[in-house]
């Protein structure tokens, strides 16, 4: 099922890119979700191409009723964006994956990440939902959209924690 979420961060496009790969972010995400864990790695530097993989341990407290006989109290979530150097005005493109561990459903989306000001950024997700399950995939993946674009928005409240964190 086709995912399109616009998201507006609080930083310049430079400053997302520093922010994704530091690890200071991926605890106010775990914090912002309310997850019981999160963990990321970066590989390469935000100066250039560089992927941040991060797993989340999620209670499953606001899932779908649907979803939850497959993933019981808490679910792992292995998130990877890979994103592209900068072009000369910061702008990057990018993949990003989610997957749901233990479960045939995931999420596939290119990235792009655009200046929307001087001190403001767009990230741009295009994506494809999927819940590989005989006979309830589509009710899965209808049922898993608004709680799966509710979670990818947070990071709204995520990128404005880290940005008062950061303006000192």
């Known amino acids: ?10 930083l310049p496009v430079r400053a997302v890119a520093t922010m994704y790969a530091d690890e200071d972010y991926t605890a106010i995400r775990r914090e912002t979700l309310g997850a019981n864990s999160a963990d990321s790695t970066v ?5 250039g191409a560089f992927t941040v993989r991060t ?3 999620m209670p499953t407290d606001r ?3 649907i ?3 497959f993933v019981g109290s808490s679910v792992t979530i292995r998130e990877e964006q890979a994103w592209s150097a900068p072009a000369p005005d910061g702008s990057r493109t ?3 994956s989610l997957d749901v561990a233990g479960t045939p459903a995931g999420l596939t989306a290119s990235v792009r990440l655009v200046p929307s000001g001087s001190l403001t950024s767009t990230v741009e997700i295009d994506g494809e939902l999927v819940a ?3 006979l309830l995939g589509s009710r899965i993946e209808k049922a898993a959209v608004p709680y799966v674009s509710t979670v990818l928005r947070r990071e709204e409240k995520s990128a404005a924690t880290y940005q008062a964190k950061h303006s000192d």
């Open 1 to 10: 099922m086709k995912l399109r979420e616009t998201l507006n961060l609080p």
């Open 55 to 57: 797993e989340l341990t």
């Open 67 to 69: 979803v939850r006989p």
């Open 63 to 65: 899932v779908p009723d």
């Open 43 to 47: 590989d390469g530097d935000p100066s």
């Open 132 to 134: 590989k399950i005989p």
């Open 94 to 96: 990018g993949t990003m």
